[in-house]
């Protein structure tokens, strides 16, 4: 019976990195029942209906450039770069050409 070359990983090497402190004030937040909590994990300014408060020199930058949205990805990112970021470490890759 023949062996079985066993794939590498670019990612075997790596590190373990411990997840980053502002994920746990953002799971603190969404468990806090208090209904005059106030998110500070997010990094952006609400009003009061929990809408984004744009700071008026964005609004003055936002009018020379004409780019509107204030709202971060969501937490898997962008999904367009995630695809072809899968595709540029994966692609030579045997199981990558096999769709597994």
Request: hydrophobic share 35%; no cysteine; charged share 25%.
């Amino acid at each position: 019976m023949g062996s079985v070359k066993q794939q590498t990983s670019a990612f075997e090497q790596a590190e373990f990195i411990p997840p980053d402190a502002i994920f746990d004030v953002t799971r603190r937040y969404v468990a806090d029942t208090d209904p005059n909590k106030v998110n500070l994990g997010q990094g952006t300014y609400r009003d009061e209906n929990g809408q984004p408060w744009i700071l008026p020199s964005v609004r003055l930058a936002e009018a020379s450039l004409g780019e509107p949205g204030h709202e971060y990805l969501p937490i898997a990112g962008f999904k367009p770069f995630r695809d072809e970021a899968v595709k540029l470490v994966f692609s030579p890759t045997k199981a990558f050409a096999e769709n597994r």
